[in-house]
């Protein structure tokens, strides 16, 4: 699959290097090193900014409050782990507006959501006063920000995802993929073999948003220069005429601004249908159980008799575990 993922923060340059232009002296931040798990369980060894108080890598991906990250580092160990991300039980991203959240961010919030919906198997719920004793995890969409962030996947409770007025569909597009648990394209480990890195051109300061990955998020399929979570080839740098990144065949990259084919089947592989066909039977596992159990039409989920963990449709032979076990609600 091609998880991979690159900002386009492309339709307009403007809007796409927004967030970015505001931390005009990185290198000046607070910082700490530590590790995460991305939702395949993967430990990923990472480098992290204060950035008006949160904990943030890769420039846009947020790890958490910076005060309480850089507790659990406590400055010393560099392999503790930060956060724990999970995918979405259900394949259901449920999201919540900030009561003041501008206009604009949130019909870009709204257009990103729809074009994901269309294009894959993943659902949305907003939670709401009526609905928010249901919904305990959810990603809050604040346009009370200079910037455009997210954090990687399901973290637990309440998750941020920052949403500036100029950040653009396309970035809300990346964001939300970010909070599906998609990594950036750019940071593969292989990328070395398909692109190169300027980082003479690079500001001072920002030449971590170039790292290579200390581990892949995820199980990858052939390099996707048209993913929406590739950074563009101009980002980060000095000099905005002369690129921080090219292809090897010098052309340009990240400038899509809409979920490449390979971002589509990366997340579908992620969230796949989940729902029993009408009419149709299908053998499929529940990840709590050993044994083999028959979904039946309209079956989404069922109770794992053994460890009172509520199991979920996993299609069998699958290289991808979907959803991890919940508690009984
Ligand atoms: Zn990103």
């Keep these: 699959m091609a998880l991979a993922l690159a900002l386009a923060f492309s339709a307009t340059a403007n809007e796409s290097e927004y967030f970015y232009e505001s931390i005009s002296n990185h290198s000046a931040l607070e910082s700490g090193q530590g590790v995460i798990i991305d939702p395949w369980s993967t430990e990923i060894d990472v480098t992290y900014y204060n950035v008006d108080g949160l904990a943030v890598m890769e420039g846009d991906i947020i790890l958490g409050d910076f005060n309480e990250i850089k507790e659990r580092d406590k400055g010393a160990r560099a392999n503790v782990i930060l956060t724990v991300s999970k995918l979405w039980p259900l394949n259901t991203m449920v999201y919540q507006f900030d009561a003041n959240i501008d206009s604009r961010s949130r019909a870009h919030f709204i257009s990103a959501m729809d074009n994901m919906k269309n294009t894959t198997f993943v659902n949305f719920v907003e939670r709401t006063t009526a609905n928010q004793s249901q919904y305990k995890n959810y990603v809050y ?5 200079t910037r455009c962030s997210s954090q990687l996947g399901m973290v637990g409770g309440k998750q941020t995802l920052n949403l500036a007025y100029n950040c653009g569909v396309a970035t809300a597009t990346h964001e939300i993929a970010h909070a599906l648990g998609i990594g950036h394209e750019h940071t593969r480990s292989d990328r070395d073999s398909h692109i190169n890195v300027y980082l003479s051109n690079v500001q001072s300061g920002f030449e ?54 390979g971002d589509i089947e990366g997340i579908n592989s992620l969230y796949p249908d989940n729902t029993c066909t009408a009419g149709a039977t299908e053998t499929r596992t529940l990840r709590c159980q050993s044994g083999q159990i028959t979904c039946e039409t309209g079956q989404e989920r069922r109770q794992c008799t053994s460890d009172g963990i509520w199991g979920e449709w996993e299609i069998v032979n699958s290289p991808i575990c979907i959803n991890f076990g919940q508690h009984c609600p």
């Design 141 to 145: 969409v604040t346009s009370n920000t």
């Design 208 to 261: 971590h948003n170039f790292n290579k990955s200390g581990s892949d998020f995820a199980p990858y399929s052939a390099y996707d220069f048209n993913s929406i979570m590739h950074y563009h080839s101009y980002a980060f740098a000095k000099d905005q005429s002369s690129p921080t990144m090219l292809r090897n065949n010098g052309g340009q990259i990240g400038f899509n601004s809409v979920l490449s084919q």
